[in-house]
């Protein structure tokens, strides 16, 4: 019964943080074409810009690495249960 509740909040945990990065890529699409056009305009010269692109990359490195240890947990519980 404890290992099926731990499965079930872990995988319910990596549902969220996946949902949340879908959700943050969606919300973060104008930073990451500005990005992309980066050469061709000189919108993102704005420190500012620069400074809140930068959080929004490093807010999706963070919940990448969240994504990739609760997916490492999942499977060292399942390979030695």
Do not use: P
Request: aromatic share 4%; net charge negative.
């Amino acid at each position: 019964r404890l290992y099926k509740n731990v499965m079930r909040n872990l995988c319910t945990v990596l549902l969220n943080l996946r949902l949340r990065r879908m959700h943050e890529v969606e919300a973060g699409s104008e930073w990451m074409s500005r990005a992309k056009d980066e050469g061709q305009s000189e919108e993102n010269e704005n420190e500012e810009d620069k400074k809140r692109y930068l959080a929004f990359c490093t807010g999706l490195q963070r919940l990448d690495s969240a994504i990739l240890q609760v997916d490492e947990t999942l499977i060292l519980i399942v390979l030695l249960s």
